[in-house]
RNA sequence: GGUGCCGUGGUGUAGCGGUCUAACAUACCCGCCUGUCACGUGGGUGAUCGGGGGUUCGAAUCCCCUCGGCACCGCCA
């Protein structure tokens, strides 16, 4: 296109401006000073009027960037209309401008605009469309409220910040696209109406108007569909994936979401993470204005992580950590600690370098948000500077017992340790957000840094308590390998078996998680027997995948990364709603197209199905 | 299902027991203004304080219920 020579100036603009259309030359962020004198026709949306009188200016925005457009009566014809149609111009109308391209004198040269050299005079205005005054400001600086946002959706993502949050998002994934592709891997599209399976969340159901009686199911993960594909000998199968899971929304969790699904063969650990790891560390160097923290990842093991941490999910943005005290506890006769430990719990406490300062207020205040976790208390422990012990413990322990506890502890003088005696459950939990909490508090948190890390060495089973009884759940899913040489403990101890599993941790979210999968029927059938299927359900539920491994099956494996948190991560973006178009409500309602809705009884009838409301709180 | 925070003109906030017949900014409407860029300037419309009940001589302000939004727990990888 670059050969064929352009007819006129017009006509060279056209050609170079790849967004012309129709209805315009170019784009509202694109005019310099060097298209002085051209005479262009732009398209936008009035972002601000300014009417002096006799001259009006208008900023016309669109996605692109704003031009400044004046509507001057000395160069317009004497009978032109365009003063008064501009003067009745209001933000947000829609807009067609025609005039030329003029270089600003010195003095209003507006360096804080990116076109502020140049600005437009107008020849002509058309009103493509006006607008209602907008329920909200379309800026940046102003938040509105979310229920009001997410009613005008349409409006909020009219906002550069919203805008620049998808264009984002719409990079990472197309660069997603390319490196996967670069290395063999192919997108394949995997069904959306699929089959319920018992492990995991609630399924979104959708009911068979042909099979009365009978749903699908809308995938949770392409999990069983990647590794069919494995075994038809795709080798390298990858999908930017929605999924549906039907449970109670967060911050960070949608009804549906989006995943960077992927899987391949004969491959182990190391293949994955490697891939894993180049790709997060290309798209964070190329997208994010975080540094990472630590190339290549830490890893660290579950058992690690829920010690030093509490959580399987380590922050490790900051340095706090987590130590349990041990046998410790026991000195002296303190009644809480003796009580933890006696009813098969303990006692770990968090050390808080240089905090021992803090007044009885404050460390009221942090005790607070620890019974607000389901701590029953909190104990403080503050080093002072002589090393003496400020400390309900005192009372209870010989002062060599408190050094013994100080030195464990790792304790300095000015430091300040909080201990929680529990459960190692309730401790952990409690800890791990304390951690959070303090570290976001006192500073310690590195907004600028992106700390990611593997987190490895996951048990294959975790017990869990349903309907009263206590029944082994997969902590990853039930297709996770087993370590080389821990099949023989699904005999003698399940729960000391580890799976090959890995997880993703950036910034203490879990942005991803994967293993090497079994690829043997007999090791596959024998955990859904531990995880308590009886023989009839494993066949009804499972018996096509077992049937797939007879068929040779390969080794393989994969991971899921989560893009929408990825995302939010790399956008520094509070919730995942807002690197998402059209997100729901915390009460999983779309408020814009007010969905989920009631049908119609004709639409219910082909399905054959009748709708049962709870009593009382059916809500309208 | 539970806990917490929030709910004042279109929007964002102030007021937190009487002086509130509710303040400010912005938006909106009507004027003035030829260089602004969050234009300026004069005037104007607009909320009974999410809804209901209660306490009180008196409630936007205190209490209870309820609705809505958000956060968290349960749930969920």
């Known amino acids: 296109m670059a050969t064929s020579k352009p007819r006129s100036k017009r006509a060279d603009h056209i050609l170079a401006s790849p967004r012309a259309t129709a209805l315009r030359d170019c784009t509202c962020g694109e005019l310099r000073a060097a298209d002085a004198g051209r005479e262009v026709s732009l398209c936008g949306w009035v972002n601000r009027q300014r009417d002096h009188g006799k001259i009006v200016f208008i900023d016309l925005r669109d996605?692109?960037?704003?031009?400044?457009?004046?509507?001057?009566?000395?160069?317009?014809?004497?009978?032109?209309?365009?003063?008064?149609?501009?003067?009745?111009?209001?933000?947000?109308?829609?807009?067609?401008?025609?005039?030329?391209?003029?270089?600003?004198?010195?003095?209003?040269?507006?360096?804080?605009?990116?076109?502020?050299?140049?600005?437009?005079?107008?020849?002509?205005?058309?009103?493509?469309?006006?607008?209602?005054?907008?329920?909200?400001?379309?800026?940046?600086?102003?938040?509105?409220?979310?229920?009001?946002?997410?009613?005008?959706?349409?409006?909020?993502?009219?906002?550069?910040?919203?805008?620049?949050?998808?264009?984002?998002?719409?990079?990472?994934?197309?660069?997603?696209?390319?490196?996967?592709?670069?290395?063999?891997?192919?997108?394949?599209?995997?069904?959306?109406?699929?089959?319920?399976?018992?492990?995991?969340?609630?399924?979104?159901?959708?009911?068979?108007?042909?099979?009365?009686?009978?749903?699908?199911?809308?995938?949770?993960?392409?999990?069983?569909?990647?590794?069919?594909?494995?075994?038809?000998?795709?080798?390298?199968?990858?999908?930017?994936?929605?999924?549906?899971?039907?449970?109670?929304?967060?911050?960070?969790?949608?009804?549906?979401?989006?995943?960077?699904?992927?899987?391949?063969?004969?491959?182990?650990?190391?293949d994955v993470m490697r891939l894993i790891e180049t790709l997060l560390i290309e798209i964070t160097q190329k997208f994010g204005n975080k540094k990472i923290q630590q190339i290549p990842f830490p890893h660290i093991s579950f058992s690690d992580a829920m010690e030093q941490y509490g959580i399987d999910r380590p922050d490790l943005r900051f340095d706090l950590r987590l130590r349990s005290l041990g046998d410790l506890a026991q000195l002296g006769d303190f009644k809480v600690f003796k009580d933890a430990v006696n009813s098969g719990g303990m006692v770990k406490g968090l050390r808080l370098p240089g905090q021992a300062a803090m007044t009885r207020k404050e460390i009221d205040e942090v005790t607070e948000f620890a019974r607000n976790l389901g701590a029953k208390g909190l104990i403080s422990y503050a080093i002072q500077q002589d090393g003496a012990v400020k400390s309900p413990l005192t009372k209870a322990m010989t002062e060599p017992d408190l050094r013994k506890i100080t030195d464990h502890m790792q304790?300095?003088?000015?430091?300040?340790?909080?201990?929680?005696?529990?459960?190692?459950?309730?401790?952990?939990?409690?800890?791990?957000?304390?951690?959070?909490?303090?570290?976001?508090?006192?500073?310690?948190?590195?907004?600028?840094?992106?700390?990611?890390?593997?987190?490895?060495?996951?048990?294959?089973?975790?017990?869990?308590?349903?309907?009263?009884?206590?029944?082994?759940?997969?902590?990853?899913?039930?297709?996770?390998?087993?370590?080389?040489?821990?099949?023989?403990?699904?005999?003698?101890?399940?729960?000391?078996?580890?799976?090959?599993?890995?997880?993703?941790?950036?910034?203490?979210?879990?942005?991803?998680?994967?293993?090497?999968?079994?690829?043997?029927?007999?090791?596959?059938?024998?955990?859904?027997?531990?995880?308590?299927?009886?023989?009839?359900q494993i066949t009804e539920q499972f018996g096509h995948m077992l049937e797939a491994f007879d068929f040779g099956a390969p080794p393989h494996g994969g991971i899921a990364l989560g893009i929408d948190r990825l995302v939010m991560l790399l956008a520094g973006a509070e919730n995942i709603r807002e690197v998402m178009a059209f997100p729901k409500n915390a009460n999983a309602q779309d408020m814009l197209m007010r969905a989920p809705s009631l049908v119609d009884d004709v639409q219910l009838d082909e399905l054959s199905l009748k709708v049962k409301l709870p009593q009382e709180n059916s809500k309208k």
């Not at 329920?135 to 979310?146: K, L, Q």
């Not at 039930?478 to 799976?499: N, R």
Request: proline share 5%; net charge negative; hydrophobic share 40%.
């Open 63 to 270: 996605r692109y960037g704003i031009t400044q457009i004046v509507i001057d009566p000395d160069r317009l014809p004497k009978d032109s209309e365009t003063l008064t149609k501009a003067s009745e111009i209001r933000s947000e109308f829609t807009l067609l401008v025609r005039g030329v391209v003029a270089k600003r004198d010195p003095q209003t040269v507006n360096l804080n605009m990116e076109t502020g050299e140049i600005e437009i005079i107008a020849t002509d205005i058309t009103l493509f469309n006006a607008s209602k005054p907008v329920p909200f400001p379309i800026t940046d600086t102003i938040t509105s409220d979310e229920s009001v946002r997410m009613k005008y959706r349409y409006l909020d993502i009219r906002r550069s910040a919203m805008r620049s949050r998808l264009e984002l998002r719409h990079k990472i994934e197309l660069y997603i696209r390319t490196y996967l592709d670069t290395r063999d891997f192919i997108e394949v599209e995997t069904p959306i109406l699929t089959k319920s399976t018992p492990e995991g969340a609630r399924d979104y159901l959708v009911p068979s108007r042909v099979w009365p009686g009978q749903f699908y199911a809308l995938p949770q993960a392409p999990q069983q569909f990647k590794q069919l594909l494995m075994v038809a000998g795709l080798d390298r199968y990858f999908q930017i994936a929605r999924c549906f899971r039907d449970e109670d929304l967060r911050g960070d969790r949608q009804p549906e979401f989006t995943q960077l699904d992927l899987e391949m063969s004969f491959a182990a650990e190391s």
């Open 411 to 536: 304790g300095l003088p000015g430091d300040m340790i909080f201990f929680v005696a529990d459960s190692e459950k309730v401790c952990n939990d409690v800890l791990w957000r304390l951690r959070i909490h303090m570290g976001e508090k006192l500073g310690l948190i590195n907004h600028d840094e992106a700390a990611f890390c593997w987190v490895v060495d996951f048990p294959m089973f975790e017990i869990i308590e349903e309907n009263g009884a206590q029944r082994y759940h997969a902590v990853h899913n039930p297709f996770s390998g087993v370590k080389h040489g821990h099949e023989q403990l699904f005999e003698t101890d399940p729960l000391a078996a580890q799976a090959r599993q890995y997880d993703i941790v950036m910034d203490g979210f879990e942005i991803g998680g994967g293993s090497i999968r079994i690829h043997k029927s007999e090791t596959q059938k024998r955990v859904f027997q531990l995880l308590g299927l009886n023989d009839e």
